[in-house]
């Protein structure tokens, strides 16, 4: 009878350990259980940042230019590879009037949230410093994005005027009076171009008159059609112009020839050979902003899609073909470079009488 008392309470014994032994480690497994699901709930959980959803809807980009001309085709042929980037529709709305200032006050009064890009046009956008305009909005006013292309100014006369090389056009605007020269915008980049030329040869400034029209396709419509004696315009204006042989391209206002028109001197070389002691230099800087103030996650990443969008060889190669000379720079690159852009057309703001 003592025997079986004795095997029971070593049974009892046993279970006892055998449940002291394994209870602990159930407990000790099971904290991780709960910490693993907190950790999993919070990141399923996780908000979405501005710059995360960004973009949902469709984003427009405006353009303080006429449809067809080199500023509106240069964006339209980033279009596609932006929408690559981003992963949305892009949609490009011309809007030159007021020399691109409703497009710019239509920006400053917009929600910081990159849905509103607008172009911007320097040196178009100093006119802000005309004091007849009565325009508060500077530059600081904005987040720069993005620069496109910059695109020196040349200088064309009519194919039958057989003005073809610079010396020829100094005499023939120092010596014939009442001749009007096409340019787009009032301070834009063929307006400062001009002056530039005539405060380098003053003999032409009795005898000229700038037609400001709001275009290069006006200009070059009243250039072939004989109201206007020559023009400035730019690089990227010249492809159909050369293919057709229908103006003559007198000289380019660049520091060095461009590669993409090798043959066109520039004016600088051609003073040279003439003894004039002075330098020329200039064109359009095209480029994109926003209003500032956005999320700096959703500006960067804004950023970084014209950049990557900008630096494709497929797009180059498409510039290039347009005769349009690349300069993609972009963020702090591109603020910085349009400082100095700033700084500079102060320097010139006497020309205009400001």
């Given at each position: 009878m ?11 014994m ?11 480690a ?28 960004y ?19 240069a ?49 178009l956008?100093?006119?802000c ?11 600081d ?19 039958d ?37 005539m405060?380098?040869?003053p ?18 419509t ?15 204006d ?46 359009s ?13 959703l500006?960067?990443?804004i950023?970084?899609?014209f ?8 797009l ?16 702090e ?22």
């Amino acid at each position: 009878m003592k025997k079986p008392t004795s095997i029971i309470l070593v049974i009892v014994m046993l279970a006892v350990m055998i449940t002291g032994c394994t209870a602990p480690a159930s407990n000790a497994t099971e904290p991780e259980k709960e910490t693993e699901t907190e950790e999993t709930q919070q990141t399923e959980e996780a908000p979405k940042t501005v710059a995360d959803d960004y973009p949902k809807n469709p984003i427009t980009i405006t353009v303080a230019a006429t449809a067809g001309g080199s500023t509106d085709t240069a964006f339209r042929l980033l279009t596609p590879y932006l929408e690559k980037e981003l992963g949305a529709t892009i949609n490009i709305i011309n809007s030159p009037t007021a020399g691109g200032w409703v497009s710019w006050k239509e920006c400053a009064a917009s929600d910081p949230d990159g849905y509103l890009l607008a172009n911007v046009v320097f040196p178009l956008f100093f006119s802000c410093y005309n004091p007849e305009l009565k325009q508060e909005l500077r530059i600081d006013d904005f987040q720069l994005i993005a620069n496109l292309v910059t695109d020196p100014n040349v200088i064309i006369t009519p194919k039958d005027s057989n003005i073809t090389t610079l010396e020829e056009f100094l005499d023939y605007v120092s010596t014939t009076k009442d001749l009007v020269c096409g340019v787009t915008g009032m301070a834009g980049d063929d307006h400062v171009a001009l002056l530039k030329v005539m405060e380098a040869y003053p003999a032409m400034n009795e005898n000229v008159t700038p037609l400001i029209t709001s275009g290069v396709t006006e200009v070059i419509t009243n250039l072939l059609g004989g109201n206007i004696d020559f023009a400035v315009c730019n690089v990227g204006d010249l492809k159909s112009l050369l293919a057709d042989d229908s103006v003559n391209v007198i000289c380019v206002l660049n520091e060095e020839r461009v590669d993409l028109v090798p043959d066109i001197p520039t004016f600088n070389e051609l003073a040279k050979e003439l003894g004039i002691e002075a330098e020329v230099i200039n064109g359009s800087s095209r480029g994109v902003m926003m209003k500032k103030g956005g999320d700096p996650a959703l500006v960067e990443k804004i950023i970084t899609a014209f950049k990557n969008a900008l630096n494709d060889e497929n797009l180059k190669n498409e510039y290039e073909n347009m005769y349009y000379t690349w300069h993609g720079i972009t963020g702090e690159e591109y603020t910085t470079y349009i400082q100095n852009q700033d700084e500079s057309f102060k320097s010139i703001m006497y020309l205009f009488g400001w």
